[in-house]
């Protein structure tokens, strides 16, 4: 199934999962709006604009752009994301304020801003790219699974509100993907233990199976993690 004639927008689109998701929607035929505090279009025929997802206006500024481009919006993909991990008190009130604003706010606010012209569109998807942590509690990762669950309840719960509108929502809940993110503040991995993680390809081909699902069914949530990652029990 293609994605032509699709228009889609994309959150943390400069790097990293939203990166390849955004080259996996252009390669199967979607027009796109890119997202991110630098503006990147990936050298890609694109609307981009710098957007930090903690300022709705700017949020509202790329959607307009998109629609304004490519004439409608039908997805939208909320992948934005940082992540600070450590025993909860170590954690700066920085890092706290940052992960609740960008992860959780910032996905509130990109609904808001797309959701008129994805209730517009009928044949809608938005897809957020959650995390397992945002279905089990992790050590160090208090915040960020704060976060995180927020964006899963956030998305399951829209699901009855939206569907009946044609706007199917999915939660997308990757373990370690090789990023620059998996290497981020705390995290306590090297370099050595990327190529053991999943690519942002993987994660951007679980999005173009969901969204190119028969809109007779849609997909609520997805998990999987690398094999080098340990069983749930
Ligand atoms: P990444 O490589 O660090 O990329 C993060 C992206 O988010 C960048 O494009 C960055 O662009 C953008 N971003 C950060 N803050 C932003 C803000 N305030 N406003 C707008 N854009 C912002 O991270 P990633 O691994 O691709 O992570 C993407 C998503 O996947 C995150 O939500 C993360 O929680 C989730 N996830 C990651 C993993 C993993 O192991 N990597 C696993 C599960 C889930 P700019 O710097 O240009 O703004």
């Known amino acids: 199934m293609t994605l032509e004639g699709k228009v889609a927008l994309v959150t943390g689109a400069s790097r990293g999962i939203g990166a390849a998701v955004a080259r996996a929607l252009d390669g ?24 930090d997802v903690r300022e709705l206006d700017q949020l509202e500024s790329i959607v307009a752009a998109t629609v304004e481009r490519f004439g409608r919006l039908d997805i939208l993909i909320v992948n934005a994301g940082v992540g600070a991990y450590g025993p909860f008190l170590d ?5 706290l304020d940052e992960m609740i604003d960008v992860n959780l706010k910032g996905t509130l606010y990109a609904v808001r801003a797309a959701l008129p012209h994805l209730v517009e569109s009928g044949r809608a998807d938005i897809v957020t790219i959650a995390s397992e942590a945002g279905r089990r509690g992790l050590p160090y990762e208090a915040t960020y699974c704060a976060s995180k669950f927020g964006q899963v309840g956030f998305t399951r719960a829209l699901d009855h509100e939206l569907r009946e509108h044609g706007v199917r929502c999915t939660n997308v809940c990757p373990g370690g993907v090789a990023t620059d993110f998996a290497l981020d503040q705390g995290r306590g991995r090297t370099p050595e233990a990327l190529p053991g993680m999943m690519t942002a390809d993987d994660v951007a081909e679980v999005v173009l199976f969901v969204l190119t699902r028969p809109r007779n069914h849609r997909i609520l949530e997805t998990a999987f993690r690398p094999v080098t990652e340990p069983s749930w029990g």
Not at 31 to 44: E, I, M, P, Q, T
Not at 91 to 95: A, Y
């Open 28 to 51: 199967h035929g979607a027009k796109l709006g890119l997202a991110s505090r630098s503006g990147d279009d990936l050298g890609l025929d694109a609307a981009a604009q710098p957007c």
């Open 91 to 95: 954690l700066s009130l920085e890092h």
